[in-house]
């Protein structure tokens, strides 16, 4: 069965520059989700989807970022521009539903803004 | 403000005995919780679950205890063995999101 899938894995970029990462959820799960993981504040959500839809976008820290999910297999999130203190890792994750099903998460995206 | 709490960083145990894995919460809504494994450079893995409804659940040698009235909830790996060294999260849900606590990393020493 295949997982989550993010690409890239890592990504080295100069600030200022638009960094978009990508996720496929697992094949029928309808909820997906986009974590980040950094030292200082843990894993926190940014944002998720439910059937393509955003639900609920209060964790993302500025205008700067943004998501899309414009079908079932696929979603980005976009940075532009980035700067520094955005690196961290980016996890995404799928589930069933948004009822009490585990979310399944991705290998994740190290993203690192020099 | 920090709604889902794990206390020790770390823990080191030997193999063969329990590890016991403590997580506390503060939002009384959380009505689903969740032990997630980590290891370096790979994305969290679920390991098992319980409803608030619930105060146990197995799932071969791993054991969550859920104590609604003292909102605490541990993990129990018997016997532990060293491919369970990783880091743990804990998770809780309420409003449709997960709450992470910021880990433990067990080591499990031979």
């Known amino acids: 069965d295949a997982g989550v899938i993010q690409s890239p894995r890592h990504e080295v970029t100069e600030m200022g520059q638009e960094v978009t990462l990508r996720c496929k959820p697992i094949?029928?799960?309808?909820?997906l989700f986009w974590y980040r993981q950094t030292m200082m504040r843990g894993l926190e959500l940014l944002i998720y989807f439910n059937n393509n839809v955003p639900i609920d976008d209060s964790g993302m820290p500025e205008d700067r970022f943004s998501a899309k999910m414009p079908n079932a297999s696929f979603s980005t999130l976009k940075i532009q521009p980035s700067e520094p203190r955005d690196s961290a890792v980016y996890f995404c994750?799928?589930?069933?539903?948004?009822?009490?099903?585990?979310?399944?998460f991705g290998d994740g995206t190290r993203l690192s803004i020099l | 403000d920090q709604q889902v709490k794990q206390n020790s960083p770390s823990l080191s145990v030997q193999e063969g005995r329990i590890s016991i894995l403590n997580c506390d919460y503060t939002n009384s809504m959380f009505d689903y919780f969740l032990w997630y494994k980590k290891y370096p450079a790979e994305g969290p893995t679920f390991l098992i679950s319980?409803?608030?409804?619930?105060d146990k659940n197995e799932d071969g040698r791993f054991t969550v205890f859920l104590n609604k009235s003292a909102k605490h909830l541990s993990l129990h790996i018997v016997p532990s063995q060293p491919g369970d060294s990783a880091v743990y999260f804990c998770a809780a849900k309420g409003a449709q999101k997960l709450v992470f606590g910021q880990g433990t990393r067990l080591t499990i020493n031979p």
């Open positions: 319980i409803s608030s409804i619930k």
């Open positions: 994750a799928s589930s069933w539903d948004l009822s009490n099903q585990p979310q399944h």
């Open positions: 094949s029928g799960h309808n909820s």
